[in-house]
């Protein structure tokens, strides 16, 4: 090996090296992006999503004017015995929370209810568009107004504040119920019902409206449960974008018993197509 050969060989060797070195710095240097892959909320699209497209608010406000069309339509009807009332989630249905998903991102976590009880403590959710001119039309009309949420009853005076802060009507305690013993909303619907025709329903998530969306071990998937219950939804249901977080995701874990990696699961849960060769196309 000639001098000049040996000098390429050793350059040929820094380069193998250099490149050992990136591959192994790109390997080990990203440690938010290595968070983000294995938080497995996969939570970056769906909030940049959340706030920054136009077509997560016009689906909002689209939802919202369906359910004042609705209402319009059934306070022209002859009143039940009970008086009307309207029954809503709070979180991303009424209150925008994407601002705790940003930051849950960007500090590489997940979901942690001591954050989250951190930022409902701050009071400071904006209103899902088009919540506010709904619910005014509702209150005008002299129907009453429930939120119906999850949130602890810790929070309740932060939840409070916050909705009052930002002028929602009966926004006081006879009008906020919160979780007691349980996730399911079935036995605080059942209540409100005893006094009150609740005429519609509004959330994010299929539990806010029924139970029967629920998956339990070998019940229909959620989806077959909605399509078969296609004529509530427009009518008594009135659903809002949530692309960040669901009981989709819980549902989607326990149709795979013995996966705990969420993002593995949500990739093998992808319905996907046989591409034809290339000699299929081109005959
Ligand atoms: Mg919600």
């Keep these: 090996m000639n001098r ?43 909030t940049a999503w959340t706030q920054t497209s136009g077509e997560w608010a016009a689906l909002n406000l689209q939802a919202y004017q369906l359910g004042k069309m609705r209402l319009a339509q059934i306070i022209t009807q002859e009143p039940l015995t009970k008086p009307r009332a309207v029954v809503l989630d709070i979180d991303e249905t ?28 701050l009071a400071i959710a904006e209103p899902i568009p088009g919540a506010l001119d709904f619910l005014n039309f509702a209150k005008n009309n002299g129907v009453e107004i429930f939120y119906v949420s999850n949130r602890n ?39 409100l019902s005893e006094k ?20 339990e071990n070998g019940s229909k998937p959620a989806v077959q449960v909605v399509k078969e219950n296609a004529y509530l939804f427009g009518s008594k249901f009135i659903i809002l974008p949530n692309p960040m977080y669901g009981d989709w995701e819980s549902a989607l874990m326990k149709q795979n018993p013995g996966k705990t990696n969420r993002r593995e699961v949500k990739i093998r849960s992808l319905n996907s197509y046989s591409v034809p060769k290339k000699s299929v196309l081109l005959n």
């Design 196 to 215: 009150y025709d609740i005429v519609l329903f509004f959330g994010d998530n299929l539990s806010d409206f029924s139970d029967m969306f629920y998956y």
């Design 94 to 121: 009424v209150l925008d929370n994407s601002p705790y998903e940003a930051h849950e991102i960007l500090s590489g976590r997940s979901f942690d209810q001591n954050e989250w009880e951190k930022w409902t403590a």
């Design 4 to 46: 000049q050969e040996e000098a390429f060989m050793k350059t040929i060797s820094m380069k193998k090296i250099m490149t050992f070195c990136a591959l192994a710095f790109i390997t080990a240097a990203p440690v938010s992006a290595q968070k983000f892959e294995n938080d497995g909320k996969d939570l970056i699209n769906a």
């Design 153 to 191: 009853e810790s929070e309740r005076s932060a939840t409070l504040r916050n909705l009052q802060n930002k002028h929602f009507p009966f926004a006081d305690n006879e009008h906020l119920i919160l979780k007691t013993t349980t996730s399911s909303k079935k036995e605080r619907r059942r209540q």
